[in-house]
């Protein structure tokens, strides 16, 4: 069994009417120093966001998280998608993804855990904590 290393993570939200502030969850960063990982995972619900904003860009709102997960691209093999900031260690790079912001896609606070394995942690969060609820009831 690997060892568990700790993680930090953020949900990524969307708020389509900052003035309003509704939010709905769109996405998750995970980041752990000990063994170099950073990695995003978004999914769009454009139900839910046509159901706070019925006019706000899907497109729009799509390529800004699309844009995160490629910030957070192995700069060694994805140099290409992560820009000039994909040079940046990976822990600047949570960072600034991190940082509080007035902007439709905006970052939660930062949280912590242990996980033995970053990809499979950040599919877990990204499916208990982003996608929809199996099974649920719409009001």
């Given at each position: ?9 953020a949900l990524l939200r969307v708020v389509p009417r900052i003035e309003r502030g509704e939010a709905f969850n769109a996405g ?82 930062v949280h912590t855990g242990l996980t033995a394995d970053p990809d499979a942690e950040l599919e877990h969060l990204l499916s ?12």
């Amino acid at each position: 069994m690997t060892a568990r290393q700790p993680f930090e993570y953020a949900l990524l939200r969307v708020v389509p009417r900052i003035e309003r502030g509704e939010a709905f969850n769109a996405g998750v960063v995970l980041y752990s120093r000990p063994v170099d990982y950073l990695g995003a995972r978004v999914h769009l619900d454009v139900q839910r966001l046509h159901a706070l904003d019925p006019g706000a860009d899907a497109d729009l709102i799509g390529a800004a998280l699309q844009a995160v997960q490629a910030h957070c691209a192995d700069e060694r093999t994805d140099a290409r998608h992560a820009g000039p900031a994909g040079a940046e260690d990976r822990g600047r790079r949570f960072r600034r993804l991190t940082a509080p912001r007035s902007t439709i896609v905006q970052a939660g606070p930062v949280h912590t855990g242990l996980t033995a394995d970053p990809d499979a942690e950040l599919e877990h969060l990204l499916s208990t904590l982003v996608l929809p609820l199996a099974g649920a009831r719409r009001l």
